[in-house]
């Protein structure tokens, strides 16, 4: 296959599949296919797919070069933005889970990270709890890890009424994997990730 420029200049053509330009055969003149000039078709857009990848110096348009190697298909991604985490921050380290066991959202896990998880059904929350139309939107409680003794505690809030292994929660209470609590018309079970010797490490780091 070659793609090739007709004697007036004015149209492409494949010439294994035609013996002259199909374009002024059918009577297309100049002055009914191009308002330009002559030399502004040089500059028309061809779809990748109706060019061979060996075609040498097409209209000026391509290289003798690959179309793999001409559009850089190998380095589409190697410009992507890669997150970044630093230990000193704490936050984005998992340290354990809370999973639904029974209500509107059962069957769904949540993730806890260092330091204060605030719940609700607010998308502001740290663990959202969007189905439960009994939870308030706002802080109903907060899972809390303190990692210098590696441990977690549930603190109730003002906007509901909490009950950790079926008793009412006044207070902030340590809790350890297998308490289950109920807030609204949901029960959770958690299950600790940082537990005994496993912990994350950032408070003697400088």
């Known amino acids: 296959m070659a ?18 330009c199909p374009h002024c055969a059918k009577g297309i003149n100049e002055n009914q296919q191009w308002d330009q000039p002559a030399e502004m078709n040089n500059m028309m857009t061809l779809g990748l797919e109706d060019i061979d990848p060996n075609i040498v110096d097409l209209v000026g348009i391509m290289e003798e070069r690959p179309l793999r190697e001409q559009f850089r298909i190998d380095d589409i991604d190697s410009d992507v933005t890669v997150a970044y985490y630093s230990a000193h921050k704490g936050n984005d380290f ?15 896990d949540y993730r806890i990270y260092h330091g204060m998880n605030k719940m609700g059904r607010s998308d502001d929350m ?13 802080k ?38 297998g308490d ?14 940082c537990t005994g010797d496993k912990k994350w490490g950032f408070v003697n780091e400088e």
Request: hydrophobic share 40%; with cysteine.
């Open 3 to 20: 793609v090739v420029r007709c004697k007036k200049g004015l149209h492409f053509y494949d010439d294994d599949k035609f013996d002259e």
């Open 180 to 193: 289950r609590f109920v807030v609204g018309r949901s029960t959770f079970e958690f299950v600790a990730f």
């Open 140 to 177: 109903v409680c907060s899972i809390v890890y303190e990692e210098k003794n590696n441990k977690f505690y549930l603190v109730p809030s003002v906007n509901g009424m909490i009950y950790l292994n079926d008793e009412i929660l006044n207070e902030a209470r340590e809790i350890v994997t």
């Open 94 to 108: 998992i340290t354990g889970w809370l999973v639904c066991v029974g209500g509107p959202e059962r069957g769904r």
């Open 126 to 138: 740290d663990i959202v709890i969007k189905d439960d139309m009994s939870i308030s939107r706002e």
